[in-house]
């Protein structure tokens, strides 16, 4: 793994100072000094110290011969914020915090973070839920009726691969994976997912198809909508923001194009992606949920999903696994009784 980006912030107020570190952290960077204009000491101003500082101040007449000093003396690029660090529980919070992510990443590239998917154990993460008796009937229909959005970024391979490998084989959800990761790892990320799941999984092409037991992973080097029939395609346009494939964006034009989204499962990983789309989703009907924090390798995306108020349920990846297979067999046996087909015994 590479080290992230050094990161010094400079705030003449406590809590902002606390805010921005925060923020900072959770996007995979390291802050390595948090000081106010007062307490900054001059080693910190060589060369070689830091890549980027992080500056904020609510009174700059008061420091102005503080900023004189730092323009003239820092060697590391300065970064002025524009505005105050709104609460984590305020709405405008992910959009704040993504605009920082991506000035962050102008100034000093994206953070140092590589998925060692080696690393993902050989054998099975989970053992398969029994398939309920509800889906024997729709064995033979690959159609896409249910969608769900997985997002993960750091320690997501191994969360996402222990959550298809305990699903049973015939149930009909279509899933699309956005997986923040080296573009150049993405086959090979399909081969560990379907090692030992029954869900096939691949690189979504252009006019691959949604269909429930397939994986279609969002390329990085370009952005992925959907038609209403199912069918990908390939934008040739690059995701927007600092994220690659980007989450929110893969939500939002799966609702748009193909018409719905039935959920999105935020996995392990650094970063807020998906904590702008989820509420939104969630106010359409869809279902929101996230790892639990304890079961996160780096849990601060679907921590900052969670904080949005709209995630309906948190569990590891077994239980996530297994609240999907109940939800689906309810959805199932309810279409049915309403349908008036015979039940299945």
Known sequence: MAAPGRVGVIADDTLQGHLLAGAIKGQGYRV????????LEDRWLA???????????????????????LLENAAAPLLFCDGQAPARTADHYPRWERRLMTKLVGYIGAPGLEENLAAV???????????????????GDTTAQRV??????????????QFLDCLPEHLPVAFVLAQHIDGGFLDTLCQVLRRDSPFHCQVAGDGDRLGHGRVLVAPVTQSLVFDTDGVARLTGEPWEGPYAPCIDQVMSSLAQGFGHCDGAILFSGMGNDGAIAAPRLAAQGAAIWAQSADSC??????????????????????????????????????TARVSGEPRIS
């Open 32 to 39: 390595v000094v948090n000081t106010d204009p007062e307490h």
């Open 47 to 69: 060369a070689d110290a830091l890549d980027l500082w992080v500056v904020d101040l609510s009174r700059e007449d008061r420091w102005q011969r503080f900023l004189d000093g």
């Open 297 to 334: 390798a780096v849990s601060s995306q679907p921590d900052s999903v969670r904080e949005t108020g709209c995630v309906g349920y948190s569990g590891t990846p077994e239980q996530l696994a297994r609240q999907l297979v109940d939800r689906v067999r309810r959805e199932v046996a309810e």
């Open 121 to 139: 154990p050989q054998t099975p993460l989970a053992a398969p839920i029994p398939e309920p008796r509800e889906f024997r009937a729709l064995a």
């Open 148 to 161: 769900w959005v997985l997002g993960a970024s750091l320690g997501g391979p191994a969360a996402v691969k």
